[in-house]
């Protein structure tokens, strides 16, 4: 293997790609090697994305906008990604919503309700619509952004502690069904990272204090390339 380019020749889906982690990891995926297929709703966050990744690699990723709850359109990803490449070697579901910072009783539902159809839904229909092509890998990894928040609940988190709950819940049963496969997945808690989610959630801190996103995306690689065995929980910057 290259070691420059752990990744070469892999199919990387990444989810949230327009800013923020899903940026930094699609740039270093494509920097690793991998072809990146990003999507994320805002067009211009992706092209700029794209420039980066062809200025960088001298080769182009490949661009979906798309909401993420629209789950027929996740389903159309899936095809879209069969016929071209007839498997899926890597997914980065970095898309997230933070919600609202509020008592929960004063919760919106349609507030709540996005959380959810980000957070947990959503990442239900990537799994359903890409565990075939998962499965077409010699060795398909999946990584999911969650939150120490989901296994310690904090007042006024809970729209999206919730939600990433059922995120953990919801990966760690599939998990256990892929044991005999050569798939594997990660949640991934990346702790506080210098994004604008962690800004609308902490408006108050001093985000020069935090790590940028792309002091993740060593150990990300380590997750998701094939010769390695990665762990179902990483919680970044813990000592193990
Ligand atoms: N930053 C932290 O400190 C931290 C800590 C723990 C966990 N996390 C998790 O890490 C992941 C990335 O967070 P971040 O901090 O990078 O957040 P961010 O900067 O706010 O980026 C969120 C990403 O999600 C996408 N997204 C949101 N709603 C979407 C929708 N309906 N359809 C498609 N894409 C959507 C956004 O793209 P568009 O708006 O262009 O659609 C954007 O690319 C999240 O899952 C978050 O929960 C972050």
Redesign the pocket.
Same mark, same amino acid.
Not at 93 to 98: I, N, P, Q, T, Y
Not at 144 to 149: A, K, R, S, Y
């Given at each position: 293997m290259n070691n420059d380019r752990p990744l070469a020749d892999r199919i990387a889906l990444v989810?949230?790609?327009?800013?923020?982690?899903?940026?930094?990891a699609a740039l270093g995926l494509a920097e690793a090697g991998a072809h990146v297929i990003a999507?994320? !709703? @805002?067009q211009g966050?992706?092209e700029a994305l794209d420039d980066e990744i062809f200025a960088a690699t001298g080769a182009h990723a490949t661009l979906v906008p798309?909401?993420?709850?629209?789950g027929d359109g996740v389903d159309q990803l899936g095809g879209q990604i069969f016929v071209r490449w007839g498997r899926l070697d890597i997914l980065v579901? /970095?898309?997230?919503?933070?919600g609202q910072l509020t008592p929960t009783a004063h919760l919106e539902p349609r507030t709540f309700e996005?959380a959810v %159809?980000?957070?947990l839904t959503?990442n239900f229909r990537l799994i359903r619509a890409l565990e075939p092509l998962l499965r077409k890998s010699d060795a398909g990894r999946a990584v999911?952004? @969650?939150?120490?928040?989901a296994r310690e609940p904090r007042p006024f988190f809970s729209a999206?502690g919730a939600s990433?709950a059922g995120l953990d819940n919801l990966v760690s049963a599939w998990a256990d069904e892929l044991a005999h496969t050569s798939v594997r997945t990660v949640l991934?808690?990346?702790?506080?990272? !210098?994004?604008?989610?962690?800004a /609308? %959630?902490f408006p108050g801190e001093d985000a020069s204090t935090?790590p940028a996103?792309e002091a993740l995306v060593p150990d990300l690689i380590d997750l998701v390339r094939g010769d390695r065995e990665p762990p179902a929980y990483f919680r970044f910057g813990a000592s193990s």
């Open positions: 989810t949230g790609a327009s800013r923020g982690i899903g940026r930094a999507t994320a !709703r @805002t966050g992706l798309l909401d993420i709850r629209n579901s /970095a898309a997230g919503d933070l996005r %159809a980000v957070n959503a999911f952004l @969650t939150t120490g928040v999206y990433k991934l808690s990346p702790g506080p990272m !210098r994004t604008r989610m962690r /609308a %959630a935090l996103p």
